[in-house]
């Protein structure tokens, strides 16, 4: 996907935001780190088309991951919640949805915030291959992929350039 593709990714999950949700009882929530980002111009395309404020908040699960043994203390104080979410609509927002555990552990971190009516989730890229029963509910792309292919989202605020890679298993660029 190229910058162009990707933009109208997402105006596309924006607009799907925008008419299935009451927007006065919605949170968006990023996971740490190109999450956060997709969230902010999904936040900027719902503000450009509906005129409604938000606030992006950033989540960072790494806590509540089944399947990791790291805890750098640097990287758990990236979560920023300044919204309620109680009783309130949220929007998980990720770039890409693989096995389905960070979003899992994403929902976990949540429920220490409060109780949300519901969670809904957005991602850039879904590519299959769910080892939890997660299906998201606002997608980009759908880009099916072998458990041994890669998927490489670049942001320009991040990376300096906005595209998505997918990587074959001998790690050649695929076209």
Do not use: C, W
Not at 86 to 109: E, F, H, M
Not at 115 to 125: H, M, P, Y
């Amino acid at each position: 996907m190229d910058q162009t593709n990707i933009s109208r990714s997402i105006k596309r999950i924006s607009f799907e935001i925008i008419e299935n949700n009451q927007l006065e009882n919605l949170v968006l929530v990023g996971i740490h780190t190109r999450g956060v980002n997709l969230a902010q111009r999904i936040r900027d395309n719902i503000r450009l088309n509906s005129g409604h404020e938000f606030t992006v908040n950033k989540l960072n699960p790494i806590r509540f991951r089944d399947d990791s043994k790291i805890l750098d203390p640097n990287t758990l104080n990236t979560t920023s919640l300044n919204n309620d979410i109680n009783n309130k609509t949220v929007i998980l927002i990720d770039d890409v949805l693989y096995t389905g555990r960070t979003v899992r552990a994403s929902i976990q971190a949540l429920s220490e915030y409060g109780r949300a009516k519901n969670i809904k989730i957005a991602v850039l890229v879904d590519r299959g291959h769910r080892e939890i029963p997660i299906k998201p509910d606002y997608v980009g792309k759908n880009i099916p992929t072998s458990a041994e292919e890669k998927i490489s989202v670049k942001f320009i605020e991040v990376d300096g350039i906005d595209r998505v890679d997918l990587f074959l298993p001998e790690g050649e660029l695929s076209k």
